[in-house]
Nanobody, 121 residues
Framework: QVQLVESGGGLVQAGGSLRLSCAAA????????MGWYRQAPGKQRELVAT???????NYADSVKGRFTISRDNAKNTVYLQMNSLKPEDTAVYYC???????????????WGQGTLVTVSS
């Protein structure tokens, strides 16, 4: 079984920065795409950014130029550096990963428990 453990959320003023981390733990053979999603109150969960094992990245238009996703494959960890934060970035941020637990198994999608980011105006 694989778990994703997020950290780094909190309260920040508009214009400030936060860095989220997400570490995968458990039975891991390999991890392909990792990503961050967010869900604001009363809204659907949406993509923030994804990164492949080869470090190719994809961003939502709303965060391009402000957020940076990165990963450390040796540590099975993905990061989200968030700069120039806006009140509309307030949401619960969820880590996501596609994990193979053994060479004979396919990838399973795993979600973290979420971490709250609140941006005050």
């Amino acid at each position: 079984q694989v778990q994703l453990v997020e950290s780094g959320g909190g309260l920040v003023q508009a214009g400030g920065s936060l860095r989220l981390s997400c570490a995968a733990a458990g039975s891991i053979f390999s991890i392909s795409t990792m990503g961050w999603y967010r869900q604001a109150p009363g809204k659907q969960r949406e993509l923030v950014a994804t990164i492949t094992r080869g470090h190719s990245t994809n961003y939502a238009d709303s965060v391009k130029g402000r957020f940076t996703i990165s990963r450390d494959n040796a540590k099975n960890t993905v990061y989200l550096q968030m700069n120039s934060l806006k009140p509309e970035d307030t949401a619960v941020y969820y880590c996501n990963a596609y994990v193979r637990s053994s060479v004979s198994q396919g990838s399973l999608e795993v979600w973290g428990q979420g971490t709250l980011v609140t941006v005050s105006s």
